[in-house]
């Protein structure tokens, strides 16, 4: 249960909520909630459940089993759609992925028009920007049929072209960010620097911070895979 310490006080700050007002509502006490939040004390089973109903959720996504909020594994099945049918886990994927991406990039966005800083906004820009072109040439060259002519970077060298740009773009990035200039741009004023958690992300963004949540929930899945 090493996620649950962590979705359920981000669910909680998510709502807005004081960790003494959740106990109330939850029927327990707040240094029990706060002994859960911090992962001293393992909860039982009846209060998972409780806690999942509570923030709307299932147990799967607070356990860290699933980054989908009402449980559906992509990978390994089909979910039911208000009508009875059955709607197949890529299509449903595809959908839940594309709704966290946009809504991230728009808080990106906000955060960089936060922090005023042209050249950090131009070089986390040209990241993104690399993105999508590789990730829309690796579509484009599935069909070899394809006209080649929209590209003017041959395919034998764009791959190690975009990829050395993107990491180029992401070191500027980290440079500027901490207030150091790079060559054409100076670094971010510190006093603009974005003061950032998960209670001023909910707060600024409400509508858009889950898909976010789900976004870094996800991605560090994975990530503990490789490591």
Do not use: W
């Amino acid at each position: 249960m090493s996620d649950f310490p962590r979705m359920i006080t981000l669910l909680r700050k998510e709502k807005g909520l004081s960790q003494k007002q959740a106990a109330l509502e939850l029927g327990v006490s707040q240094a029990l909630l706060s002994h859960y939040e911090k992962g001293i004390r393992e909860c039982g089973l009846d209060f998972a459940v409780k806690i999942a109903d509570y923030y709307n959720v299932s147990c799967d996504y607070l356990l860290g089993r699933t980054a989908d909020r009402h449980g559906m594994n992509f990978e390994t099945g089909f979910m039911q759609n208000p009508e009875n049918k059955s709607v197949s886990p890529s299509n449903t994927a595809l959908s839940a992925n594309k709704q966290r991406i946009i809504h991230s990039i728009e808080i990106i966005f906000g955060i960089l028009e936060q922090a005023d800083c042209k050249g950090l906004n131009l070089e986390i820009s040209s990241y993104l920007m690399v993105s999508v072109y590789k990730t829309l040439r690796i579509l484009y060259s599935a069909n070899p049929k394809n006209p080649q002519a929209m590209f003017s970077v041959m395919p034998e060298v764009y791959r190690g072209l975009s990829s050395a740009l993107q990491c180029i773009s992401e070191s500027n990035a980290e440079c500027l960010s901490h207030g150091k200039n790079t060559a054409g741009s100076t670094g971010l004023d510190s006093t603009f620097a974005p003061s950032l958690s998960p209670d001023i992300i909910s707060r600024s963004y409400p509508e858009l911070a889950p898909s976010l949540y789900e976004l870094v929930q996800k991605t560090e899945n994975k990530l503990k895979k490789l490591s």
